[in-house]
């Protein structure tokens, strides 16, 4: 057998093996939810969660049960609902009634909370999806920045806004108010950072919560539960366990949710928005499916490129929204790029979630190791071969990187969002190959290109940026830094998020004006004076 076949077969660890650090000690059996400020306990139904990290025993390789979580019902659910849309209150609540201020003061207290938690909550998203301990790491840390960012920018946003103005005769105060009640959904891949880069611009802007966890990357909440409770005032952020398909469509039908912020696929948030009885109102936030492409051009630097679209497309397992999903490399270095590529991939460390550097982990999702078999299968079906030693090995829910080439249109792969570790490479002799490619695609979120031609580059770009929202040059496709917009076209996401436009994204331009005329000058002045309105007033905060 293989060296490499053999280490993915002995890839996962004794227990003994495991760094007492990373072990998990006791289940995380997580009964309680929370609800209007209470933490509720549920004696119903309960979700077993089993980790993609097995052990091996004396009898074999053994599943790792690392706890469960409630599956609440319809009724919590409303419930869940009910205390949002009372804390907001039709926006006469005591939250959306704060001030700005005030506000941050309890975003700072779960921050603070939040990461006297961090070492537990690293710990389950390694147990829980298989994210590397530096992954988790740059994911915590992140998502700290990014909140403690939303600070200034809403302040930096409430002060450019604080002026009256005068046009035509009309005195005017432009503020942004709140939306109402947020129901937010994350993904599975980033279940802290995406669903509170979300969530937090929202609440920072007055808007109450319903927050249905992911279906992986549940137990994390766990340890948040009671950070949420403490620095927010009963019903701003209710969090609710079970399954979507029969939470969400009653939560959606009561016509009471006013902004959906949904991580995931296209297909879920078409029927989730659809659910609502007057879905011209729903606003929705939404990340979707991506395929970014890389175009290598023929005089790219081969081996820069070669390690920016290893790093691109693999990274987590190549699970991220961003990955390079699909490589156009020039024919005329199509073979180089493809040898360097393997053995890139070859010196990559594969291995369980707490060792260091290491890059390819086991997945979380079940069905993905099937999906992306069906996927290699086909390809070769239809004449790719894969490319690297060991390519698509796997063992349980390990799935060892695979490179396809040569890869084209009539192969599944050259169409569908992966999602895992999988790497189609496209050769192509003409740029109109992967430009059409761009504007046929139904994803349009962002692209990588590699080369060093001046003139070849700068007409790419031209093209490229009114088909996807990010170009990178020599450089991978991501998200951030968060200051940064992230958006798609087509059918990758609606709306933009960023430190600054997610708190656009949650809430909406209102004005305050009068005519210039009989004295109204006099009322303004005196409302503000008086500080009769906080809306009107000189700082909101
Ligand atoms: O899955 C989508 C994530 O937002 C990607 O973020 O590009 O920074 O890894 P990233």
Redesign the pocket.
Known sequence: MKEKELQIRNIFPDEANIPELFRMKDPVVQREYLVNGEMRRWTGEMQEVVSPVYVKSPSGLSENVLGAYPLVGEKEGLEALEAAVAAYNSGRGLWPSLSLHERIASVETFVSEMVQVKEEILRLLMWEIGKSYEGGLKEFDRTVECIRNTFGAVERLDRSSSQFIVEESIIGKIRRAPLGVVLCMG?Y??PLN?TLATLIPALIMGNTSVVKPPKLGVLLYSPLLKAFRKAFPAGVVNIIYGDGKRLVPPILRSGKIDVLAFIGSGRVAEIVKSYHPRPQRLRAVLGLEAKNPAIVLPDADIDAAVKECVRGSLSFNGQ???ALKILFVHSGIAKEFVERFADEVSSLRCGMPWEKDVFITPLPDADRIRYLGELMKDAEKCGARIVNKSGGCTNITFFYPALLYPVDSRMRIYHEEQFGPLVPVVPFDDIEAPVRYCIESSYGQQASIFGRDIAALGKLVDVLVNQVCRVNINSIC???PDVFPFAGRKDSSEGTLSVSDALEAFSIRTIVATKDVNGNREIITGIVREGSSSFLSERKS
Request: positive net charge; charged residues 30%; hydrophobic residues 0%.
């Open positions: 993904p891949n980033y995406e991220r929204c961003t991501q998200r951030g």
